[in-house]
Structure formats: structure tokens, C-alpha cells
């Protein structure tokens, strides 16, 4: 595979096969997003 078929590829599987980050990325960025929060 050529270096520019693969990087073709790469921008097209990160642009259009891309389903959002990880459960556990998820659960990371709302575990931050709670001890980011100001307390009131």
C-alpha cells in the first residue's frame, strides 16, 4: 500500500467512520467535568 493511499485512508476512517471517543473516555471527561464543576 502506497503512503498516500494510506493516509487517504486514515483521513477518511477519521472523518467518516468515527463513532465519538471511547466509553472510557467518556467516563474519564465527565469524571473531570464533576471535580471541574464549581461548587455552589
Same mark, same amino acid.
Given at each position: 500500500?502506497?503512503?498516500?493511499?494510506?493516509?487517504?485512508? /486514515?483521513?477518511?476512517?477519521?472523518?467518516? @467512520?468515527?463513532?465519538?471517543? +471511547?466509553?472510557?473516555? /467518556?467516563?474519564?471527561?465527565?469524571?473531570? @467535568?464533576?471535580?471541574?464543576? +464549581?461548587?455552589?
Amino acid at each position: 500500500m502506497s503512503a498516500e493511499a494510506e493516509t487517504s485512508g /486514515i483521513i477518511r476512517r477519521r472523518l467518516f @467512520e468515527w463513532q465519538g471517543p +471511547p466509553k472510557d473516555a /467518556i467516563a474519564t471527561i465527565e469524571e473531570y @467535568e464533576a471535580s471541574a464543576a +464549581p461548587s455552589c
